[in-house]
């Protein structure tokens, strides 16, 4: 009697649990899950063991306890993948991965040929090593693999590859002019019918034979297993159809007595054409490959290689791995930074361009932060290092172009329903090309059926349907790089294309986000006298409008004096004596406070807030005597970024806690659809979901007070000179801080999409159009055969095409789309 084995057991690690009801409320939430069987949870061991049947997932459990209000401990690693050959292969791997247990989800990418697992603490990752072994394929650590060693072990596989299409080239060409040159010059056709039959095959067999088992060894080595595995790819179709050819021809050549009369038939030129084409094909796509990570690989070559260290006194030259924070760098002119720091010494001007794009180097003396990979120019300096490896704003870049580039976007997901039955429909069109053409195909009845089905499994290789997305979201997100924009999550790569309305915070996105004094009124007071004391009282605030009024004064050489009695009041200015002199400097409210009447300024005041100017007044001795204007400027981009994104046909709209008069000024002057002004944190969320009813929103902040709003909106995009957290929160960072780079990032969404659904197209139509022809559908109409070898050079050359054509996104330039 047959015993039913019991669903596999996975154990996940919940954190957030304290009590009794803690434990019943998570095996509640985890059995409410379709296909889970049981679910025990210990409130000691801070585990829940969990038996999975179909069609409940990892993913799905972990899902149901965060839902509950736990946590479940998990990891996420990237792991190299070797031998990936096409989109069969990724379903393959991902399969494999997704049935170890603790694994919660795998995401495989052929063109970066890595994989991105999370799982749950404490699953070994030799499992999940062990597991992509078994379905044929060599994990590697990338952890552990530094880039130099990862593009040597590339470029000795290419060497490999370009070794062996030159061999297989060397013993098909004689091959392929003797048999072909039979049909195309008669002398030569009548010379090879004049020589031996059975010497001219043996001839052929030899030749064919060291094609078929040297160069094309490879196939056998990934596409055999596979097929005893009952899990064919690309290799295995190969082999099928290459093997196929071969193995009718040496029948024909030593057992011709075996076939029926009038079939004994060779095709060694067909055997040898097909892998030669095929490893053609692989050699000319593993160079346009390496093109595709061109942008990663630029990255990676703004690192420095060494760093000149204080270590005991003394100025030593050490390895960039060997740096730790604290330590003090020495920076001589010419110098690329080593690290993240803070300058404790010297100054100097350093190129900062790869990081905001401006050309102009910056200066930077004692205090200044200064960022790794960019070039000092002209002075030296010493600085601390603050952020060293992998902490470094360089490796964040790296890393965030790296999981850029290995997303899987939503349309993505077609492709893998399709290709998880492509390969063995095909082998099933193949079987049923062979019987058709058996039954009722004309004489020579087995030659034909043999060479159609040989056709119909070359031409159907999936290598094209598999490259279609990857390439285009490697060498789109590349491109996007070079121009400053940050996808840290490919997804938004294609949100971002529908996006219907741009929403903005004000401050430090559409202007310059430090304020500046714009206008001075005084009255019955000299203005220097009357900036300086004002200035005095500011000086002791760290607020922005005190910081614009004494950089101002300091301007005009007017240094602030001390200030005695100073107190802030929150909310309506401050107050102080300089100079035996009693100042007080704030809004309209705290003159009022002070029992004096603005109406002398109030025609000054209307003017100012019309022009988006937020209007501050001073009493000095207790009589009012100046109104102050301080505004933030508009960044010079923001006009024609704005323009860009009107051209396009998006809303733009501004979202900004700043008082409305002002909000509407600067919104009047820059063209902005809508304004929503005057509103706290949670307000801009609110506003963003009433936006939602006009289309799909992105929304641009730079604060942390615009980290809701960015993880609320459709598309979260950061200013890069803003705040940690708002660039954590965001799906796209524009690392210059200029906002050009959104309408730069909508046009290289879009056209990212519509490079994707090309090579889709070409894709998919070039498997629907010719596997039928390959069959022999257009022989009853006009005796039409498709020949094994040009099917193999048709394969090979559709894999080129959709790489060549994700290549063109590297020319990709924003005036093409929004000039």
Known sequence: ?????????????????????????????????????????????????????????????VAAIKAAGYEVASQTVDLGVEGMTCASCVRRVEKAIG?????????????????????????????????????????????????????????????????????????????FVMEMGGHLVPAFGHWLHGVD???????????????????????????????????????????????????????????????????????????????????????????????TSAAVAKLVGLQAKSARVERNGEIVELPLDQVVAGDIVQVRPGDRLPVDGVVVAGSSFVD????????IPVAKGEGAEVVGGTINKTGSFTYRATKVG??????????????????????????????????PAVMAVATLTFLVWLVFGPEPALTFGLVNAVAVLIIACPCAMGLATPTSIMVGTGRAAELGVLFRKGEALQSLRDVQVVAMDKTGTLTEGRPELTDFEVHGIAPDEALSLIAAVESPSEHPIAAAIVAAARAKGLAPAAVAGFEAIPGFGARGQVQGREVAVGADRYMAKLGLDV???????????????????????????????????????????????????????????????????????????????????EGKVEAIARLKHKGR??????????????????????????????????DVVLMSGDLKGVPTAIGLSQAVIRNIKENLFWAFAYNVLLIPVAAGLLYPVNGTLLSPMIGAGAMALSSVFVISNALRLRRYHPKEDHA
């Open 1 to 61: 009697m047959n015993q039913i084995s019991p669903a596999p057991l996975q154990s996940f690690p919940v954190e957030g649990m304290t009590c009794a009801s803690c434990v019943r409320r998570v095996e509640k939430a985890i059995a409410a899950v379709p296909g889970v069987e049981s679910a025990a949870v210990n409130l000691a061991t801070e585990r829940a063991d969990v038996r999975l049947a179909a069609p409940a997932t990892p993913e799905a459990v």
């Open 99 to 175: 049935g170890v247990p603790g694994v919660v989800s795998a995401a495989v990418n052929l063109a970066t040929e890595r994989a991105t697992v999370t799982f749950v603490a404490g699953t070994p990752l030799s499992s999940i090593e062990a597991a992509i072994r078994t379905a044929g394929y060599e994990p590697r650590r990338l952890d552990h693999v530094d880039a130099d060693a990862h593009q040597a072990a590339r470029d000795q596989e290419y060497r490999k590859l370009k070794r062996d299409v030159l061999i297989a080239a060397i013993f098909t060409l004689p091959l």
């Open 197 to 291: 039959r059975f010497s001219l095959y043996v001839f052929y067999f030899v030749l064919a034979t060291i094609v078929q088992f040297g160069p094309g060894l490879r196939f056998y080595r990934k596409g055999v297993p596979n097929l005893l595995k009952l899990a064919p790819d690309m290799n295995s179709l190969v082999v099928l159809g290459s093997t196929a050819a071969w193995g009718y021809s040496v029948v024909a050549t030593f057992w011709p007595s075996l076939l029926p009369e009038g079939t004994a038939n060779v095709y060694y030129e067909a055997s040898a054409v097909i892998v030669t084409l095929i490893l053609l094909g692989r050699l000319l796509e593993a160079r346009a490959k390496g093109r």
């Open 352 to 359: 900062e361009s790869m990081i905001t794009g401006e050309p």
């Open 390 to 423: 992998a902490d470094t704003l360089l490796a964040q870049i790296i890393r965030m172009v790296e999981q850029a580039q290995g997303a899987k976007l939503p349309i993505q997901a077609l492709v893998d329903r399709i290709t998880a039955w492509f390969v």
């Open 599 to 681: 109406a002398s300024f109030a025609a000054t005041a209307e003017r100012l807030g019309q022009q988006g100017r937020t209007p501050l007044y001073a009493a000095i001795d207790g009589r009012l005597a100046a109104v102050i204007a301080v505004s933030d400027p508009v960044k010079p981009t923001t006009p024609s970024a704005i323009a860009a994104l009107h051209a396009m046909g998006l809303k733009v709209a501004m979202i900004t806690g700043d008082n409305r008069r002002t909000a509407e000024a600067i919104a009047r002057t820059l063209g902005i659809d809508e304004v929503v002004a005057e509103v706290l944190p």
């Open 697 to 730: 929103v992105a929304f641009v902040g730079d604060g942390i007070n615009d980290a809701p709003a960015l993880a609320a909106a459709d598309v979260g995009i950061a200013i890069g000179t803003g705040t940690d957290i708002a660039i954590e929160s965001a």
